[in-house]
């Protein structure tokens, strides 16, 4: 089992950046894939980013890719996610998932695991 703890979120004005961190926990392997996705009001959860432990297959949502980066810290068994020049319609709830395969999706049902999520406000 996988527990994940996002933090990072908040109230950022446009133009802005915030960096969020998704803390890891429990038994997990190098053979594990970590996303990000996000979910606005009354809208599906969309596919942010994805990365591997080792961080050698990187993805991103095409609409994202330039403002935001997933990196990942080994020592610390955190998975970040940098967002710059940030947008109003980058307001949403941020989340963090996990799942034992290295095969790509950008699909959330792929993901078992997932954390809490954590808001991400966007003023314009």
């Known amino acids: 089992q996988v527990q994940l703890v996002e933090s990072g979120g908040g109230l950022v004005q446009a133009g802005g950046s915030l960096r969020l961190s998704c803390a890891v926990s429990?038994?997990?392997?190098?053979?594990?894939?970590w996303a990000w996705f996000r979910q606005a009001p009354g809208k599906e959860r969309e596919f942010v980013a994805r990365?591997?432990?080792?961080?050698?297959?990187?993805y991103y949502a095409d609409s994202l890719k330039g403002r935001f980066t997933i990196s990942r810290d080994n020592a610390k068994n955190t998975v970040h996610l940098q967002m710059n020049s940030l947008k109003p319609e980058d307001t949403a709830i941020y989340y963090c998932?996990?799942?034992?395969?290295?095969?790509?999706?950008?699909?959330?049902?792929?993901?078992?695991?997932w954390g809490q999520g954590t808001q991400v406000t966007v003023s314009s």
């Open positions: 429990g038994r997990f392997t190098k053979a594990y894939a």
């Open positions: 990365t591997s432990w080792s961080g050698s297959s990187i």
């Open positions: 998932a996990a799942r034992e395969d290295l095969t790509y999706s950008d699909s959330a049902t792929w993901y078992p695991y």
